[in-house]
């Protein structure tokens, strides 16, 4: 059959004409060839109506389609990280981004947090493979690239000073009883934000159930939903630290003068005059006296030399964090602590808060001596008998 010949047009490219669709070259093989490549993607079976389409235009689709029944805050996040993407592949068609292009941009978010990571590599994964389904492009370029390498969480365990502190301030500051809970119960913020005592704590079956979170989203106004996921739903021991300080509190742990939740603003008020209190008890003084009472004064001019002055790190989820650690320290099985901290499985356990501590650390040498030396001793014993 003989090769088509096409009409040069006045800006001096070719075109030729496919189902509707137009190519264009600077010569006449250059068009045919992008004509062929078409009728290629078509027979491999990538939608004529879509083969067009940029990353911009598909990710808009595909956020509200997969992601709709997301909490505010989670659909956030999704949002932004769309957002970085598209700065940077946005414009180009998505079946011809490459893995190159994906692992260009995957560098960019290294050094961050692994859980950020994760979610950004999970998220641009998710968006390739819904246009794999849909026809759109023909293989995925996020497949098996590695994910760049981030830090893992900050938060700690808190010190045996600090957990004395915290005890300590029950009665004494509003942010108190909520953060003994968060240390002896586990719960997170938008959990104890949300707790009712009078409706949320059996005391005569020596149970905390929680039902209800508080998120915020992008907003400052708090929302009362139940918890983002089912194992959330959960009923969690009273153990004796916890329990005289509830025996006499009522409504809400933490509440605005309406007796309605607290704000994000006002929670993050209340902690840091929570961490100032506790700061002060734990130095003797406030910051801005220490090293000028008469006591330090005397001390200073005595020769003698301030310690020095120590903060007050702690941040609410570090107490979730410690009572996970606690658990494990006390040997707890790990299926009732995964029921306790409201997690599916023990992944997330073991990934962020299991962290092997020293006392555990030491407990498990003693039981491996103890365990080898029984052994010896059998041994012993068996060669004793013969």
């Given at each position: ?45 990538l939608r004529a109506n879509a083969l067009g389409i940029t990353f911009l235009d598909y990710s808009s689709q595909w956020l509200p389609a997969y992601k709709a029944n997301c909490a505010d805050k989670t659909y ?100 108190a009883l909520a953060a003994l809970i968060m240390l002896y119960a586990g719960l997170r913020r938008g959990e104890v934000l949300a707790l009712n005592l009078d409706r949320d704590v059996d005391l005569a079956k ?104 120590r903060r007050c790190t702690i941040r609410p989820h570090d107490l979730r964090h410690t009572f996970c650690t606690t658990c494990r320290d006390a040997g707890v099985d790990i299926q009732d602590v995964i029921n ?47």
């Open positions: 059959m003989p090769r088509q010949t096409l009409k040069q047009r006045s800006d001096g490219r070719y075109r030729v004409k496919y189902k509707g669709r137009e190519f264009y070259g600077n010569t006449q093989s250059e068009a045919l060839e992008k004509r062929e490549v078409f009728k290629q993607e078509l027979a491999r079976g956030n996040d999704y949002v932004r990280i769309i957002n970085h993407a598209c700065q940077r592949i946005g414009a180009l068609p998505i079946k011809e981004i490459t893995a190159t292009e994906i692992r260009l941009l995957f560098n960019e978010i290294s050094g961050k947090s692994q859980s950020y990571i994760n979610k950004y590599c999970m998220t641009i994964n998710s968006v390739f493979a819904a246009a794999l389904n849909d026809h759109i492009i023909l293989s995925n370029p996020c497949h098996k690239l590695r994910r760049p390498k981030g830090h893992e969480g900050t938060h700690r365990a808190i010190t045996e000073d600090e957990r004395k502190l915290i005890v300590e301030s029950v009665g004494e500051h509003d942010m020596g149970r905390i159930y929680v039902r209800h979170a508080v998120s915020f989203g992008d907003e400052n106004q708090p929302r009362t939903s139940s918890p983002k996921t089912e194992s959330g739903m959960r009923a969690i021991p009273i153990f004796s630290q916890l329990l005289p300080a509830l025996e006499n509190a009522h409504g809400l742990v933490l509440r605005r003068e309406n007796g309605q939740p607290m704000s994000r603003s006002a929670f993050l008020k209340k902690w840091s005059s929570y961490l100032y209190y506790l700061e002060t008890k734990m130095n003797g003084c406030s910051k801005r006296w220490y090293g000028k009472t008469r006591e330090h004064v005397e001390l200073i001019a005595s020769g003698g030399q301030m310690p020095q002055y306790w901290m409201g997690h599916a499985d023990e992944k997330m356990i073991m990934r962020i808060y299991d962290h092997s501590s020293a006392a555990r650390e030491s407990r498990s040498i003693r039981n491996m001596e103890l365990y080898l030396h029984q052994s010896d001793e059998r041994v012993k014993m068996g060669v004793n008998n013969e």
